[in-house]
Each structure stands twice: as structure tokens, then as C-alpha cells.
């Protein structure tokens, strides 16, 4: 019988998937053999999700990260990136290992970039995972606990006041009051919006009072602070056209909107200057469908279309 991987294996394989993932000429089928080592084990994606967050927030990888690439095309080889990348995994190892050892028992969904799954737990709640999202599930006779580790999701409860429903966030608790509610979780911010019943948010490292947030409420959390907003149900309905397939904008920034299709598809749309970022943008899209979105962009606002490999630049 071959024997389990040990951590620090874990940790190298999802260091050198990182490094791959980020040199240039990454293909469809390389995202496809991503999707299937994550697919084997809940360690792997926990190694890879800890790692990856850490190689974007840490300013000193995130320094190492773009020279990097101008030395692999001047003609350094990979094993002095799978250094910087070994660096990284002793850096974080024992942190990430830990978090992970002590993190409770339970069983751990996600999706691929564009993918979508649809959750139904044993007391009858849902869990609606948006593109390249990943959530843990733990229930018992007494708790219902979930963690969103990436992404976004939308979540139906079966409302159940002996048996809280809370979902955490990093340093966030989102504790279910009889509700439909959605999470999105992006690098800088936290955001959650109610569409029925109420939601208590706790912040777990400071101790701040908790807020309670009712329909048509949004709460947008960054760093230690969390603003709060007041919206029409019916628009927050929009933000949902993910589960028909769809994008919905109302008068949003081209900017904003690439940067919304981008988090669906593997081929990546860049906007090249900032008068074409702050053109305006409404309608409803097929989020699978780049190519009809940019020649609509092309025909109707008259914008330039260059296709670099898998990106696409968009200009005037």
C-alpha cells in the first residue's frame, strides 16, 4: 500500500501547482489537472487555498513574484522559482498546517472557475456555491457550522433556534436569524447582503458588538470596519443571476464588469487605459460567454479588440 502524503508533501505539491499556474502558457488542460488534484483530497485543497491566499497577501512574494517572471524569460530555470516557492512553504507551513489540524471535522465542497454546485444538507437548508468557491460542512445533533474558505454562496436555511446555523469568514461570524443570505469573499473585502429574515454578524477578533442585519440589508467589511448599506430586494434578486447563468449590470463601470466575468471564465479580459474602464456598462450576459460580450463591445461601443493568447485586451 503506498503511504498518505505527509503534510510537507502536500505543501510542496501545492507550491509547485501555484508556480506552474502562474508562469506563462497555462492551458485549459493544465486547469483541468488543477481541478483534478484538488478534487483528491480535502488536504490538498486546504494546502493549496492557505498558500495561494498567502503568495497574494504577503508583499514580499508578491515582490519576488514579478521579476520572477523576467527571469524565467531571460533564461533562469524552474527550480530557482521552486525555490522562492520552498521559501514560501517554510514560511508558512506550520502555520497553515496547524490552522488546518485544528480546524473541526467535516466535509468540504468547491468549484471550478465557472463551475456551480448546489448543496442540500440533511435539515433541509441549501448552499448555493458560485464559480471558483469552496465551503466545509460540519453538522451535528446540536451545531450547524460552516466555513466559506473562497469564494461566494448563497445560502437557504431551514431555521432552527436550538441548532444555530453560522457560517464563518476569517475572523467573521455570520449566525443565520431565519434567513436567505449571500456571502462573497474577495480579497479585500467581505461582503453580505439579506433577502429574507435576519443574519447577526460577530467579529470574532475584536469583540465588537454584533450586528444584526435585516432584508434588503448589505454589509460590506473591510479590515475591521464594516459599512452598511440599504437596498431593494429586488436588486439584490440581480446580484443572483449567476444562479440562471447570467451577469445583470445596471449602469456599472466596464471595469468592474470584465472584473466580474473574469472571476467565470479562464480566459482573462484587460482593459488597457482608464477612459475605457469607466465606460458604463448595462445588460444581461451569458457569464460562460466571453467572445459574444466583447463583440458586442466591439459593434455597438465601436471599442477595439486585440486577442493576446488567453487574454483579450479591450481599448479605444
Known sequence: MTPSPTMAQINAEAAAWIEQRDRDGWTAENETALASWLAQSPA??????????????????????????????????APIFKAVAALAVIALCTAAGLQYLSMPEGKTYSTTVGGRQILTLSDGSKIDLNTDSAVRVALSETTRKVWLEKGEAYFEVTHDSSRPFVVTVGNRQITDLGTKFQIRQDANHLRVAVLEGRVQIDEKKTGAKPLVLDAGDVAVATGNAIHLARRDTKELEKDLGWQRGVLVFDNRT????????NRYNSRKMVITDRATAATRIAGTFRADNVDAFVNTLERVLGLHITHHGSDIAIAH
Do not use: C, Y
Not at 508578491?62 to 521579476?67: D, K, L, M
Not at 466596464?254 to 466575468?261: K, M, N, P
Open 254 to 261: 466596464l471595469g468592474d464588469v470584465t472584473a466580474e466575468f
Open 44 to 77: 490538498h485543497r486546504a494546502a493549496f487555498w492557505r498558500l495561494e491566499a498567502a503568495w497574494k497577501d504577503t508583499s514580499r512574494l508578491g515582490a519576488f513574484r514579478a521579476p520572477q517572471r523576467r527571469t524565467h524569460r531571460e533564461g533562469f530555470t
